[in-house]
Nanobody, 116 residues
């Protein structure tokens, strides 16, 4: 059974930090590249960062130097450390395998809101 449970979101002021966690079922985590996505109101869901099973990472330009993705293969968990947050980072954040389609299983996501 596929499971994805995201947590760690919240409301923070600009310049603040959050650490997101995502617990995934082993069947999904496995040998997949895992990604964090985000979807702002009225916009499509986009990849924020992804990490290979070996730990190679890749980030969208707007978060480079501010966000860090990591994974714990023993715990089937992927993390996203987010620093220097700004209002443009406000969105619902999801994790999934890289390349997941809209009609694949998705978790409930975690809301990240940046506001003073």
């Amino acid at each position: 059974q596929v499971q994805l449970v995201e947590s760690g979101g919240g409301l923070v002021q600009p310049g603040g930090s959050l650490r997101l966690s995502c617990a995934a079922s082993g069947s999904l985590f496995g040998r997949n590249n895992m990604a964090w996505y985000r979807q702002a109101p009225g916009k499509q869901r986009d990849v924020v960062a992804y990490i290979t099973p070996e730990g190679v990472t890749n980030y969208r330009d707007s978060v480079k130097g501010r966000f860090t993705i990591s994974r714990d293969n023993a715990r089937n968990t992927v993390y996203l450390q987010m620093n220097s947050l700004n209002p443009d980072d406000t969105a619902v954040y999801y994790c999934n395998r890289l390349g997941a389609a809209n009609n694949d299983y998705w978790g409930q996501g975690t809301q990240v809101s940046i506001s003073s």
